[in-house]
Structures are given as C-alpha cells and as structure tokens.
C-alpha cells in the first residue's frame, strides 16, 4: 500500500441534538475500534450510527478513512462526498478523497481536490505536500518543488517533505539542491538509509565520487543488506578507477541478489581493468544469461575478445549490439578494426562508412579509412581522410601520426616531421619515437 502523510483526526462526535444518544454512542464505539485498528469493526458501528441519525457528517468522515485503512477507497469516496454535501469548506474531507483518488490513479482528480483543500485551509501543510507529490508523479517537477517548499514553509521540520523535494530536485538534474534537501532529511531522520544513498548517487552526479563512497558506506552502514547501496558505491569505486574495491562490492550485489544481471556487467568491467579477461569474459556472459538485450554487455565483451586476439569473438558480440542498437556509431568502427585483423577488408571498409553516415564527426573512422587507403597507396585520399579527422579532432594523436607516415611516402619530410612532432605533443609514442628518429 503507497504510504501518505495522513493528518488522521477522529472527532469528538458529541453533540447535543434530540434523539441520538444512540447514534453517538455508535460513534463512540467507532472511534475506538478504529484506534484499536479494527477497521472493519468501527465501519460497522459508524454504519449503525448513520442509519440512526443519517446526517452524522462526522461519522461520514471518520467511516471514509476507515474504508481508506482498508483500501475500499470507493466507498471512502462516497462517504467524503457525503461530507462534502453537508460541509464544502472541510479541507479535510477534499485532501482525504484526493488521497483516494491518488490510489485509484486519478491524479489530476487528486490535485484539484488538494487545491480545494488549500482553497480553504490556506495552511494546510500535508495538502501542499501531497499536490507536489502527485505532481511530481505527473512530471510537472517545477510546480511540485513549488508545493513542497511551501509545505517546508509551512511546517520546517517536515521531514517528508524534504525527502521528496530532494527526490524531485534529483529527477531535475539539480543535484546540489538535492543533496542539500537529503542532508536535511538525514539530520531529521539519521537511520533513513535511502536518504544516505540518494545523496551518494547524486555527488555521483557531481563527479564528487569520494563523497559518494562516503554516502553509500552510511547507508550500508544503516542496512547491510542494502544491495543498491553496494551497487552504488561499487559505480562511486569504478569512477575512482578502484578496481579491486568495484569488484568487491559487486560481488556483494550478486551475494545479495544473484539475478542483478548489471551487477555482473559492472563486475565484468572492474575484472577487465584488473587485467582478469577470462573472469570479466565470464561475467559478461552471465549479464546476457540473465538480461539478453544488455546491450553494453555485449558491447565490453566483444572488446574484450578483441583486446585478447579473438576477433570473430569480438566481431560475433558487436554485431549483437548492433542488432540491439544499430543506430551507435562508434560500435561499427570497432567491429570495421575485427574485420580487418581478420583480412575482410571489404567489411571493414563498409563498417568504417556506414559509422560515418550515422556520425559525419566520428573521427575514429575517418583515421580507419586513411590507413585503409595509406595501406592501398591512395594517398591522396588517406590525406582526405586524415584532415577530415584532424579537424574534427584535433588532438587526436594517431591521426597527427599517420598523416604524418603518408606525408613521408610522398616526399614531404618537413611536413611529416612537424606532424610527428605534433603527435608526440599529443601523447602518441610512435609519433616520438619517429620524430626522434628522422627529425633531427
């Protein structure tokens, strides 16, 4: 059952009208079986006392929360309707229905019956909360953060409230707002893990990933069978190029839940940058077992292979990803370089072109065409292909390198040397190791 903020109130249903003592005690009995959380009981006295006294408002009320507690949220409707005949201005009687109204998913019945309840209860901080909520849900985040503020002016240690400004601040991409509004919730409530965990992921999102191992280790802290936060911070530890950590806490994850086929994926890629192929081979495969369109998965095992010599491996895994995404460019320039370490030029050549027509700025595959048409003499068209790269890219060291390999086979030494030289700038050895040899 979605948890609200009830401002549940049972009346004093007392009053001094002729002839219904019976009624009221009904009421009475009501009341108390709803404290005792006997729900089913108190709407069977609240039932008596109505059909006794038939006007009995309150008891409409207090009845229409009893069938909320027991999720009969139509008949809760009808018995606030009832309210509402007799007393339009009971803000209470708008927000309770617009909460049943949230559960039947009629959100915007639910937000004008919030607005109704403001309309008359200026004041009323759940109502606020609830509305943003709802808006929320609704994707109108700018108007729920407006609604949940004013339900924090309202009430400043409203800790809901700020739990879920900062959820909405974090679906905004405005992270700072949002770890200020986790923080706060925390200081209101130090045992939330979740709120420990959003402000990891949301430093994440700032790039302030020792902060976010700092937050996801809290919430571990909090709930040490919390697999999202392992997760989280296993995400923080690959930023931070913590391999050995990142691989650790995944395997925590898949300890917890043996079916989190990202967890093997991220696993997969820590194994790799500890130089343990085999190991991140397996558990990219196991991804796939368990999520057969995880495209990157695919994507990582296909270099993988590739890194490791196995280039129909390599070519077999980038042909899934691109069966899954065939509009990502980069993926064909990877599987052109299999192709062609399999001597299927042709291929290559096709996959280098076809990466081109989906990104005209693919530098990587301008830099694949040149040495195609360098190796085939063409070096006209290698130049071609290795400006166009250049001026894309223009520090991108290899192209500086093979223009200037092409630059020398045409009798243009100094041009060569000065993109060697550029090259070797740029962080390309062979470009060094030319320009120390033939530039003297």
Not at 62 to 67: E, L, P
Not at 230 to 245: H, I, Q, T
Not at 355 to 377: H, T
Request: proline residues 2%; contains cysteine; hydrophobic residues 40%.
């Amino acid at each position: 059952m979605k948890k609200f903020v009830f401002a549940l109130v049972i009346m004093c249903l007392f009053f001094g009208f002729a002839g219904a003592q019976t009624a009221e005690e009904y009421a009475k009995t009501g009341n108390e079986k709803f404290t005792a959380k006997d729900y089913k009981g108190a709407i069977e006295s609240y039932t008596k006392a109505l059909e006794l006294y038939p006007n009995f408002t309150d008891v409409f009320f207090n009845r229409g929360q009893a069938y909320i507690k027991l999720e009969d949220y139509d008949n809760a409707i009808n018995d606030f309707n009832k309210v509402l005949e007799f007393k339009a201005d009971k803000a209470e009687a708008w927000y309770f229905r617009g909460n049943c109204k949230v559960f039947k998913k009629d959100l915007a019945g639910a937000v004008d019956d919030y607005s109704k309840a403001i309309e008359w209860k200026a004041d009323y901080a759940s109502a606020y909360f609830q509305r943003g909520s709802v808006k929320k849900d609704q994707n109108k985040l700018t108007e729920a953060i407006a609604d949940l503020s004013q339900a924090i002016t309202l009430k400043p240690d409203y800790k809901e409230a700020y739990f879920k400004r900062g959820v909405t601040y974090q679906l905004s991409s405005k992270y700072t707002e949002a770890i200020a509004d986790y923080t706060k919730y925390a200081e209101l409530n130090p045992k939330s893990q979740l709120a420990f965990d959003n402000m990891g992921i949301c430093k994440f999102n700032v790039k302030d990933y020792e902060g976010a191992v700092t937050d996801h280790s809290k919430a571990i802290e909090l709930k040490p069978d919390f697999y999202n936060a392992w997760f989280n911070r296993g995400m923080a530890y690959l930023a931070l190029s913590k391999f050995a950590e990142a691989k650790s806490d995944f395997t925590k994850v898949i300890t917890l839940k043996a079916d989190f086929a990202d967890a093997y994926y991220r696993r997969g890629l820590a194994e790799r940058s500890l130089d343990e192929a085999s190991n991140a081979i397996a558990d990219f495969g196991k991804a796939i077992e368990l999520n057969p369109k995880l495209a990157e998965a695919y994507l990582d095992r296909g270099i993988t292979f590739h890194n490791g010599a196995n280039y129909q491996g390599a070519v077999d895994n980038f042909t899934k990803y691109i069966e899954l995404n065939p509009s990502n460019s980069p993926v064909y320039v990877y599987r052109g370089k299999s192709y062609k370490l399999l001597k299927m030029a042709d291929k290559a050549s096709e996959d280098f072109n076809k990466a081109i027509s989906l990104d005209a700025n693919n530098a990587s595959a301008y830099v694949e065409l040149g040495i195609d048409f360098e190796d085939a003499k063409d070096y006209v068209k290698a130049l071609e292909n290795f400006d166009k790269a250049i001026s894309i890219k223009a520090d991108m060291a290899d192209a500086w390198f093979y223009r200037g390999m092409v630059k020398e086979a045409q009798g243009d030494k100094a041009g060569a040397c000065a993109d060697w030289k550029k090259g070797a700038e740029l962080g390309s050895s062979s470009a060094k190791s030319n320009a120390d040899a033939k530039c003297k």
